[in-house]
Every structure is written in structure tokens, then in C-alpha cells.
């Protein structure tokens, strides 16, 4: 073995010795898969949100989902158990409905594809929503809603190749749920890519401007994300300068966090929302190991191994972390097939 110096040592989680909302005035935290799974709660998040908020810590709800407006999005965590105020949600829609309101006159039309969601932020932007590309719109205002249609698509293919703005308030693939990922707004706007050759402007995460509107005046310092998706929630926080935190109760698997590129890595990892209660253990690479606390994973020729010392720590993950300390910061590139003789062994369901 080659003796391991003190130059071997990479930092790549951080740690953090105390429940970890403790660290932080604001949570900026993302929906579906984090909060919700559709329409029902996620096990311990009300819980574990009353807990914090009534340590003193504020809380912000940021989605890319546009399809309810704000007053919409309150009354659902609240009934979910999750105490929220309107003025606590932060959507896509709004952000989308902002930006076309700096572009064009009050009162210009806009054809909307999506639900109340994105016809509520059009009108309180200003704006008037229109159904028809006969109407003229100046743009087309794109967000997801379980009632978008083919008729819906049509009038926006019609005013798109008449040359209408065209702002989506993001383009995620999927959407989580418990029957797994459906179909989400990106899906829908690959439609109207397919149909006009057009690519839209979006707004949503991973664009920072949800999370600075949700900072508002909040040092970045003092703030931490929370989402379950790497390329858009977590991507979306390195952006705008705020810590996060991945939770696995969504669409991010381990194999996606052991791949993620260094722009949707987050600082802590946890099963779920219960994670913010928790002290979270630092992992380091040493020399051709990850380390966090007692677990250890090594990397040879035949591929990664994993220590049978250090399964759990208090939430059960410091063999994943030891495991990203390594697929992170490891000088050969790691290929995805190196991991699937070991993400099975880590016993995450």
C-alpha cells in the first residue's frame, strides 16, 4: 500500500455537528417529492416542518410546478398538515408571468398552455390569457397542468410559428408520484419543440430566479435548499450561491447522485425531510478511499468495495456518502457501470 499523506485528503461533504436546520434563518424548499408526493403528504414532513418553523427558522415553498397558484399551493400543504401563507409560495409561474410582464404592455395577450396556476400569474402580472392563437397573443405562456391537451398544443403551434414569445416555467421531464415519474412539462414542451422546431425560453429551476425571489433579502449564507431532483432543484441552488440539501424521497436515485456532474452535487444528503432533525457526518476521499465515520469503500481494479464496518450511522447513509466521496473526487472517472455491484448492497429502500 502506498502510505496516505495529509495532501491525499479531499473534503467533499461537508459536516455539520448539530440538526442541521440549525445552521440556517430559511429553508427554500422544492414540492413534489420533498413536501408531496401529488396530492398527499410525505411521511414525517409536516412534522418535521413544524419543528422548524417553530425553532425560529422561516420557510419558503419554491416549485417548478405551475399548475396551482399560490393561495392554491398554501391550502394544500396546510390541509397536508404544513402551515403555509400564499406569500410563502414561490412558483414558476410567477417568475414566467414576470418576465413576459417586463417585455410587453399591460394588458398585452398571452395564449396559455397550462392550468389556473399559470392563468392567475398572467393576470396578476398585468397580462390578459388568451385560449386562441386567433387573438393575436403576443407570446405563449407554457406550465404544466394535469388538463393540458392536444387542442391546447394546436393553438400554441399556430401562435408560435406566427411568431410569439414562447416562455415555459421549466422543463422538467417528470414529475414524481407514487405510482413513480409521469409525464411533466418538459415532456409537453418537447411537443411543441417536435411541432415547430422552436425552443423555449424557461424559467424554472435550474434559472436561478426562483431562489432569489425566495431569498428576498435573506443572505445566501443563511439559507439552504432543499429538493429531491439534482439537475434542476439542487443545479438550481449552485447557481444562485445557496447550500442544499438532497433528499431521496423523489426523483434523484443513488445512481444519479454517484454520477451527478459537479454543478448538481449537494452539500448533505438525506432519506427525507427528517434529515434537516439530523447532525450530518462529513465524507472525505483519502487516497483511493471514501470515508465517512466508520464506513469505507475502496476503489480496485475489479471495481468498488464496500466496508461492512459503518453501514448505518443515525440515518443509515454514511456508506452512500463515503461512496460519493469517492465517485466525486476519484482521479480515474468513475463509469456507472463501476457501481452495480455495490448500490445494491447500500440497502436504501
Request: proline share 7%.
Amino acid at each position: 500500500m502506498v502510505p496516505v499523506t495529509a495532501d491525499d485528503t479531499t473534503v467533499v461533504l461537508p459536516g455539520c455537528d448539530r440538526p442541521l436546520y440549525q445552521q440556517f434563518q430559511r429553508l427554500l424548499l422544492d414540492l413534489d417529492g420533498v413536501v408531496i408526493l401529488v396530492d398527499e403528504p410525505i411521511p414525517a414532513a409536516a412534522e418535521t416542518l413544524q419543528r422548524v418553523r417553530a425553532a425560529g427558522v422561516s420557510l419558503r415553498f419554491v416549485t417548478n410546478n405551475a399548475s396551482r397558484p399560490p393561495v392554491a399551493v398554501a391550502d394544500l400543504l396546510t390541509r397536508s398538515g404544513v402551515s403555509a401563507e400564499p406569500s410563502e409560495v414561490v412558483t414558476s409561474a410567477m417568475a414566467a408571468a414576470a418576465l413576459l410582464a417586463g417585455r410587453h404592455p399591460a394588458g398585452a395577450r398571452v395564449l396559455v398552455v397550462g392550468g389556473e396556476g399559470v392563468y392567475t400569474a398572467l393576470s396578476d402580472s398585468g397580462l390578459s390569457p388568451v385560449t386562441h392563437a386567433e387573438e393575436n397573443p403576443v407570446a405563449v405562456m407554457q406550465g404544466f397542468a394535469p388538463e393540458v391537451d392536444w387542442p391546447m398544443l394546436a393553438e400554441a403551434a399556430i401562435a408560435l410559428r406566427a411568431g410569439a414569445d414562447w416562455v415555459a416555467t421549466n422543463t422538467d421531464r417528470t414529475l414524481p408520484s407514487p405510482r413513480g415519474p409521469l409525464p411533466g412539462n418538459g415532456s409537453l414542451v418537447a411537443a411543441l419543440t417536435t411541432a415547430t422546431g422552436r425552443e423555449p425560453e424557461s424559467v424554472g429551476k435550474p434559472a436561478a430566479a426562483l431562489y432569489d425571489a425566495a431569498l428576498s433579502g435573506t443572505d445566501t449564507r443563511h439559507a439552504l435548499a432543499v429538493g429531491d431532483r439534482l439537475e434542476t432543484d439542487i443545479a438550481g441552488a449552485k447557481k444562485a450561491g445557496v447550500r442544499s440539501l438532497l433528499v431521496l424521497s423523489g426523483v434523484s436515485g443513488v445512481r444519479d447522485l454517484l454520477m451527478a456532474e459537479v454543478m448538481a452535487r449537494p452539500d448533505f444528503i438525506g432519506r427525507d425531510l427528517r434529515a434537516l432533525d439530523l447532525p450530518h457526518p462529513a465524507a472525505v476521499r483519502v487516497g483511493e478511499e471514501g470515508r465517512c465515520q466508520a464506513a469505507r469503500v475502496w476503489a480496485r481494479p475489479g471495481g468498488i468495495e464496500l466496508s461492512d464496518a459503518g453501514t448505518g450511522g443515525e440515518d443509515g447513509l454514511d456508506r452512500l456518502r463515503a461512496l460519493c466521496a469517492l465517485a466525486w473526487s476519484h482521479p480515474l472517472e468513475l463509469s456507472s457501470d463501476a457501481y452495480d455491484g455495490v448500490i445494491n448492497e447500500l440497502d436504501l429502500d
